[in-house]
Every structure is written in structure tokens, then in C-alpha cells.
């Protein structure tokens, strides 16, 4: 059976994000996750985890200035140490939140500055990999849709998978987002079977419009789901949608594993 987790950065944003730890454990969450926790005091955060007995997953490295439109710094040359000095504060937060693994964004990149953008991001994924074994966590990179996410550097599953080979790091895995390997090209059920070793985190929405994972979309989640058992994924699946008509309404799909009114 999947172990859900709540994404707290797109569902129950009805109440201010530190209620949302209450909300998704009430709803029957047992695990949470987030984009950026920066905002608030790691400490602040292990308590509402620890106090409504939820598991902080998965949440993302610092991705530069994202108002000025970065994603991401993994793969920008000329900004190694900011890159590193956010994976190092990201690691403070996973110690503090006994977090199992972290998102580390590539950024932004021109198609002309691709090759040495390839360097860097294989070095610093390198250095990050490394920094972040002796704290316990494993470190993830996420295909994202260029609709989504217009120039992002990794875009397709089987660039990411080229990237993990080519380092054959073994504290650095795919987080494969469903709804952007949906939206680029599909081939869901070759991925799961051929590469769940390596993949240390899912998340799931549906297509198209990123909302509920049900039956409404183009995504058989049932199959999928039962895919993942049949294989035996224990890693959690991170529910990372924009809910339709609220969260709990949109929370029915998730009444068969116990989530939800
Ligand atoms: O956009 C996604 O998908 C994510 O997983 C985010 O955390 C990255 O912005
Ligand atoms: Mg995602």
C-alpha cells in the first residue's frame, strides 16, 4: 500500500503553513513534505512534525532568488559555493526534522550554455551527494515539464537516469514527479520497472492540470499504485497537487488508503 505524504507547500494552504502540519494529520497523513521550510525555524518545524507524529519526507534545497526567476543552482556555473553554502543550511534543516532526503534544484539554463552547465551540475550534485551522506540523507533530482517550468536544465526522466549512471553516486536518486514525466512523455510503467532502484522519492498529480490524482485525467493512478506495490516501493509518495475545490473535498481519491473524510 503507498505511503502518502501531504505536499504542505500545495495542499491545505486554506490555513497559514504551520496549521497545515494539524490539517494533513488530521486528514490522515502520517508523512508531510514541502517545497522551501526556510521561512520558518527548523526547530519550529521538527515540533509541529513531532507533535502531530507526521515524518518530514522530502523538501528542496535552496534554489537561489526565485522571485528573480531562479530554479535551482545546481547546474549554474560561477555559483558552486552559494550552491553549496544552501545545501549545507538544507542539511541543518534535515538533521533538525529527521528528514530522509532532499531536492536539489539545477536551475534555469540557455540552451547555448548547456555543455558547461553539464559540468557543473555533475560536480556540484557530486559535492552535494557526498556533503549530504554524513548527515544521513539522500539527495534527489526531479525531472520537471518545460511547461511548467520554461528552461529548466533536467527536463526528461531519462536525462536525470543518465546523470545518476554517469556519477554512480550511491546517495544520489530520482525523485520522479509523475505529473511531469506525464506531461513530457509518458512511458510511466517502463520507468517504475526499470529504474525503481533508483528512484528515492514519487510524486503525483494528475494530467492535465495538476490537480487530484483521479479518474478524471489521463493517468490510470490504480494501475500505477498497484504497480508500485507489485514491486515493492517503500518510499513515500508525495501528493503534490493544486486541489481542485478545496483539499479535503479533493481528498476523496485517497479514501481507500484511509485518507480523508
Ligand atoms: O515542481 C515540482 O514538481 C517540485 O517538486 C518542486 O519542489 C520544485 O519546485
Ligand atoms: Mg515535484
Not at 162 to 176: A, C, F, K
Not at 246 to 257: F, P, Q, Y
Amino acid at each position: 500500500m503507498p505511503r502518502f505524504a501531504a505536499n504542505l507547500s500545495m495542499l491545505f494552504t486554506e490555513v497559514p503553513f504551520p496549521d497545515r502540519f494539524a490539517a494533513a494529520a488530521g486528514a490522515g497523513f502520517r508523512g508531510v513534505e514541502c517545497q522551501f521550510p526556510y521561512q520558518y525555524a527548523a526547530e519550529h518545524l521538527a515540533d509541529l512534525a513531532a507533535m502531530n507524529a507526521l515524518t518530514m519526507v522530502l523538501f528542496n534545497a535552496p534554489p537561489g532568488d526565485w522571485a528573480a526567476g531562479e530554479r535551482g543552482l545546481a547546474a549554474l556555473p560561477g555559483r558552486d559555493s552559494e550552491f553549496r553554502d544552501g545545501v549545507e543550511l538544507a542539511l541543518d534543516y534535515a538533521d533538525m526534522m529527521d528528514c530522509p532526503c532532499l531536492h536539489v534544484m539545477a536551475g534555469v539554463v540557455a540552451e547555448e550554455d548547456w555543455a558547461p552547465a553539464l559540468d557543473t551540475y555533475l560536480d556540484n550534485l557530486a559535492a552535494a551527494a557526498d556533503m549530504a551522506r554524513d548527515h544521513g540523507v539522500r539527495v534527489l533530482i526531479e525531472p520537471i515539464n518545460p511547461v511548467d517550468m520554461p528552461g529548466y536544465f533536467l527536463t526528461r526522466p531519462e536525462d536525470a537516469l543518465r546523470v545518476i549512471e554517469t556519477l554512480d553516486h550511491p546517495n544520489l536518486g530520482l525523485q520522479y514527479d509523475i505529473y511531469h514525466a506525464q506531461m513530457e512523455r509518458g512511458a510511466l510503467t517502463d520507468t517504475l520497472e526499470d529504474a525503481l532502484d533508483r528512484i528515492g522519492h514519487i510524486q503525483i498529480a494528475g494530467v492535465p492540470g495538476r490537480h487530484e490524482p483521479d479518474a478524471r485525467g489521463e493517468v490510470n493512478w490504480r494501475y500505477l499504485f498497484g504497480l508500485l506495490d507489485a514491486h515493492g516501493y517503500d518510499g513515500w509518495v508525495g501528493c503534490e497537487y493544486r486541489p481542485r475545490a478545496g483539499t479535503l473535498t479533493g481528498l476523496r481519491w485517497a479514501n481507500d488508503w484511509g485518507i480523508g473524510g
